[in-house]
Nanobody, 123 residues
Framework: QVQLVESGGGSVQAGGSLRLSCAASGRFYSTYGMGWFRQAPGKEREFVAGIAWSSKRTYYADSVKGRFTISRDNAKVTVYLQMNSLKPGDTAVYYC????????????????WGQGTQVTVSS
């Protein structure tokens, strides 16, 4: 079992930045992958970014490439999502998740999910 706790959400004006954090605890292994997802009101949950914990290989949705950066701190077992040049369309609840593999990170097939953190971008 892995527990995930997100933090760092909030409200920001368009063009601003936020950094989300997700701390993992429990039975987490370096063979796992971690990802960030978001769900806006009335929309389905979508993949945002993923990282293979061991290789640090990263994956991004086209909508956030060049604006968002995913990274991880091995010592803290924490994954981050640095979000720059935010747009109103980025408004959503953001979730982190982990899966027992570093394959298929750009999908929704993850094993453990956090509770989510709200990000609101105003114009």
């Amino acid at each position: 079992q892995v527990q995930l706790v997100e933090s760092g959400g909030g409200s920001v004006q368009a063009g601003g930045s936020l950094r989300l954090s997700c701390a993992a605890s429990g039975r987490f292994y370096s063979t796992y992958g971690m990802g960030w997802f978001r769900q806006a009101p009335g929309k389905e949950r979508e993949f945002v970014a993923g990282i293979a914990w061991s290789s640090k290989r990263t994956y991004y949705a086209d909508s956030v490439k060049g604006r968002f950066t995913i990274s991880r701190d091995n010592a803290k077992v924490t994954v981050y999502l640095q979000m720059n040049s935010l747009k109103p369309g980025d408004t959503a609840v953001y979730y982190c998740a982990t899966k027992k593999s570093s394959d298929g990170l750009a999908t929704l097939q993850y094993d453990y999910w956090g509770q989510g953190t709200q990000v609101t971008v105003s114009s």
